[in-house]
Structures are given as C-alpha cells and as structure tokens.
C-alpha cells in the first residue's frame, strides 16, 4: 500500500460525457503528479501541483483540467469524453519539494469511454 | 524534453542477475535518473534512484556510465515476482521544478 489513494477505481462512461477524478496523496506530501496510461503503452505525464500551485504541465488535452485543493487532494476533470480517453488515469505523490526522492503511485483509475 | 531508450522487452532465468540497459544520452547535469517497474494491474513503484554514482539498495543496483549517457538496472538474482515493465526515466529540472517523463519501458519475463 503506496499511501496514495484513487476513486473511483473502475469507471465506465459514454462518449460526450464528463468525469471527475480524485486522488488522495500520501500523508504530508505537497506534490501531486497525473499520468496517463493507455493500453500497453508507458505512462504520459498530464499535469503536476505542488501545495495547490500548478508546477509543470506535459501532454494535457484543453479538455482536461486538475486542481490541488487546500487539503492537498487533487481531482482531475475530464470533459467531451472520447473513445481514445479510455485508459488508466494515474495519481503519483512526493514529499516535501517538487520532484525530490520518490514518487508514490496510486492503483489508478480506469476510464472506459463507450 | 530529455528522453530515455530501453529495449521494449528481455527474458531471464529464475535465480539468475539481470542486466536493464538504458541509454539517456541528452541528460542534463542535474538530471537524476530513476527507475520504477509495474507490476501487472498495479501503479508503478519505486525501485532506485541516483545522480552520478552507483547505488544499491535492497531491491536492485544502478550502475551509471562515467559520461552518464547510459545506466544499468541489476537485479542480483531475478524471482518470477519481478516479472514486471521496468521504466528508466529522468527526472528534468526545468523553471525551478521537476518532471519526471516515463518512456515506454522493458518488459522483463523471468523464466522458471
């Protein structure tokens, strides 16, 4: 158990639609990192928030958007849901400053877009 | 961005060392260079991390190149619970920040 904590796990949706991701971080860490895993691929990193500040931003669609909220939990809204957006959404946290030691990973949340 | 090269895949032996090659030839000065691995139907996990100089801990070792260019993940003897995709990434300092870019990873078979 990573401390990290994902829902919904599994999530099954139309094309068109709107879904909100959560992610709890483990306890004290300030930097919540997104990722995105589609099948059999690596994983493509989204967005990443520091203490409720966005830090860095990778391959994030306009129809995605996060945010850190002062209790340091993170969502991640996906909108105008495609087929191609079905994939395992993945949450990561890290203590103290951005990107020092290691990144703890949540199970993910799968996203199947029908 | 910077970017990491490893094979898509490799088979070993139970028992036996295993040798993860991974080629980061447009690293930075202060580019850590860290390795997790996936379990199937897992998040990634932390398996080690270093800058410039070897480093061992209980799961594997990392043997970077004296350039830096390339680094090895050795795990000592490989146990069908390492069956895993192994990602060799670097971590980027950019604007006073960090990112870390996942590649696509080798996927390690461990033969009984």
């Known amino acids: 158990d990573s401390g990290v904590t994902q829902t919904p796990k599994h999530l099954i949706t139309a094309t068109g639609q709107r879904v909100t991701l959560r992610c709890s971080p483990r306890?004290?860490?300030?930097?919540v990192y997104w990722y995105q895993q589609s099948l059999d691929q690596g994983l493509q990193f989204l967005i990443q928030?520091?203490?409720?500040?966005?830090?860095a931003k990778g391959n994030i669609l306009e129809r995605f958007s996060a945010q850190q909220f002062p209790d340091l939990h993170s969502e991640l809204n996906l909108s105008s849901l495609e087929l191609g957006d079905s994939a395992l959404y993945f949450c990561?946290?890290?203590?103290?400053?951005?990107?020092?030691?290691?990144?703890?990973f949540g199970e993910g949340s799968r996203l199947t877009v029908l | 961005d910077a970017k990491t090269t490893q094979p898509n895949s490799m088979e070993s032996n139970e028992e036996e060392p295993v040798h993860l090659p991974c080629n980061h030839s447009?690293?930075?000065?202060?580019?850590?260079i860290h390795w997790y691995r996936q379990l199937p139907s897992q998040g990634p996990e932390y398996v080690i991390h270093?800058?410039?100089s070897n480093v061992n801990n209980r799961m594997a070792s990392l043997a970077i190149a004296e350039d830096r260019k390339s680094s090895t993940l050795i795990l000592h003897r490989a146990t069908l619970r390492d069956a895993a995709v192994y990602y060799c990434?670097?971590?980027?300092?950019?604007?006073?920040?960090?990112?870390?870019?996942f590649g696509t990873g080798t996927r390690l078979k461990v033969l009984a």
């Open positions: 447009t690293i930075s000065g202060t580019d850590y």
């Open positions: 306890s004290g860490d300030l930097s």
């Open positions: 990434i670097l971590r980027l300092s950019t604007s006073g920040t960090y990112k870390y870019i």
């Open positions: 928030y520091y203490n409720g500040e966005e830090r």
């Open positions: 990561a946290s890290s203590p103290g400053l951005p990107g020092s030691g290691e990144l703890f």
């Open positions: 270093g800058l410039t």
